[in-house]
């Protein structure tokens, strides 16, 4: 059974760095044509997607946030982390990480992050 | 990077109406295209991928069409478990871009 699990604080302070974890189960990290995505929404809006990372490590990012990202594995552990610097509180909301693939469809339960001095 | 354009951004139906629901790219994306339906609190549900297969376990009063630029989801029969905000995906290139959104709501 394939599950994905975000996990990271529930509260940053404006100017600080966000760090979100996603836990995987169930497939490896190493897998070939395996990808992980992140994707956010905030409250009462649309979903934005973040960032996704590979198997063989290629990485994309989303082009309106792409100068404040970080995505990155850890194959022994299975996660992939998520770091956002500059926090502000228009980045407030739920985030989700989720499987790429072209015919399973697994998301975690999602995360809320607030952003607040 | 690509640009998808949702219409319309919401809409009311009745149980059993049949509805449409647009996506168009800015660019030509083949078929690299998924639809989500996303409820109150929960995380988004994939329906459709690749423009016209649909999910397992998704009921078949769902549908999807389209290649290029331009992609429809319908539903057939509306059910009331069917309300709910409806998200076009894009992925082409290893690149996302979400449309805005329908929402669905009673009439």
């Known amino acids: 059974q394939i599950t994905l699990k975000e996990s990271g604080p529930t509260l940053v302070k404006p100017t600080q760095t966000l760090t979100l974890t996603c836990t995987i189960s169930?497939?490896?990290?190493?897998?070939?044509?395996?990808?992980v995505a992140w994707i956010r929404q905030p409250p009462g809006k649309a979903l934005e997607w973040l960032a996704v990372i590979y198997w063989n490590d290629d990485k994309r990012y989303g082009p309106s946030l792409k100068s404040r990202l970080t995505i990155s594995k850890d194959t022994s552990k299975n996660q992939v982390v998520l770091t956002m610097t500059n926090m502000d509180p228009v980045d407030t909301g739920t985030y989700y990480c989720?499987?790429?693939?072209?015919?399973?469809?697994?998301w975690g339960q999602g995360t809320l992050v607030t952003v607040s001095s | 990077d690509i640009q998808m354009t949702q219409s319309p951004s919401s809409l009311s139906a009745s149980v059993g109406d049949r509805v449409t629901i647009t996506c168009r790219a800015s660019?030509?994306?083949?078929?690299?295209l998924d639809w989500y339906q996303q409820k109150p609190g929960k995380a988004p549900k994939r329906l459709i991928y690749?423009?016209?297969s649909l999910q397992s376990g998704v009921p078949s009063r769902f549908s999807g069409s389209g290649s290029g630029t331009e992609f429809t989801l319908t539903i057939s029969s509306l059910q009331p478990e069917d309300f709910a905000t409806y998200y076009c995906?894009?992925?082409?290139?290893?690149?996302?871009?979400f449309g805005q959104g329908t929402k669905v709501e009673i009439k």
């Open positions: 690749a423009a016209s």
């Open positions: 169930g497939f490896s990290l190493s897998t070939d044509g395996v990808g």
């Open positions: 989720a499987l790429d693939s072209p015919v399973d469809d697994f």
């Open positions: 995906l894009q992925h082409d290139i290893y690149r996302w871009t």
């Open positions: 660019q030509g994306i083949r078929n690299d």
